[in-house]
């Protein structure tokens, strides 16, 4: 057994133990596994344990894995009646004006977008050929000056355009809240995330009920997933430190 794979089962006996506590159902919970800076031989390991969601921060060098792994599955011998598995790339980090097009041509998740000009450009440039991006959008939850994401008093105004949108499906919102001191105070972050959540889900702007709260990481999923996280984006505790 690699290090990535014992890593891997852990972090899974850690959302179990997590969703039990909470009184939910461990599949209510989705793990991303972030392989930024992690090569493709890391996302492979992974892979064979079964993982098929992956996170990138930074876009070119998550574009590269993409095309990493796309030849590495194309090479290996088919299977009867086994498809090659497919895997899901979240784009996870801010992303630019300039760099658009390549999110849009490469992954399947932005869980990042915090300004309609970019969700504009991601709708524009998204291939034809390929399904809809999944969009979550980013949420400065705690109002950290250096932080990405759109204030939580102005959500609904951006979520009502961008669920709008051709080539889009706005599926949830993603927030990184500063470290908390303990449990409790990392609940009480999480829970306002939670409470920004259910207020657009009630405001009646969307045409679609969202379905996705992206929060919590290796130091704090525990806490995220008693406040309702539905997906949790961990890096460390799978791949190691950087």
């Not at 355009?161 to 500063?178: D, F, K, S, T, W």
Request: contains cysteine.
């Amino acid at each position: 057994m690699t290090m990535i794979v014992r890593n891997l089962q852990q972090v899974r006996d850690r959302i179990t133990t997590a969703c039990m506590a909470a009184g939910r159902k461990p599949d209510d919970v989705h793990l991303l596994a972030v392989s930024k800076t992690f090569g493709a031989d890391a996302v492979i390991e992974a892979m064979s344990d079964g993982q098929r969601a992956f996170g990138e921060n930074y876009i070119a060098e998550g574009v590269e894995k993409i095309l990493a792994l796309r030849a590495f599955q194309s090479a290996q011998p088919a299977q009867p009646g086994v498809p090659p598995a497919a895997l899901e790339w979240h784009c996870i980090g801010p992303v630019q004006s300039n760099k658009t097009r390549l999110v849009a041509e490469h992954f399947d998740w932005v869980q990042s977008v915090d300004r309609l000009k970019i969700a504009q450009r991601l709708s524009e440039q998204r291939p034809p050929h390929l399904p809809p991006l999944q969009i979550c959008l980013q949420v400065n939850i705690d109002g950290g000056a250096n932080k990405s994401g759109v204030a939580p008093g102005e959500l609904q105004a951006l979520a009502g355009e961008v669920a709008h949108l051709p080539n889009l499906v706005l599926r949830g919102i993603m927030a990184i809240p500063e470290p908390a001191i303990d449990f409790v105070a990392a609940c009480a972050l999480h829970a306002r995330t939670r409470a920004v959540f259910d207020q657009l889900n009630a405001s009646g702007v969307l045409p679609l009920r969202l379905d996705t709260l992206s929060m919590g990481m290796t130091a704090d999923l525990e806490a995220a997933i008693h406040s309702g996280s539905t997906m949790v984006r961990v890096g460390t505790a799978i791949f190691g430190g950087r």
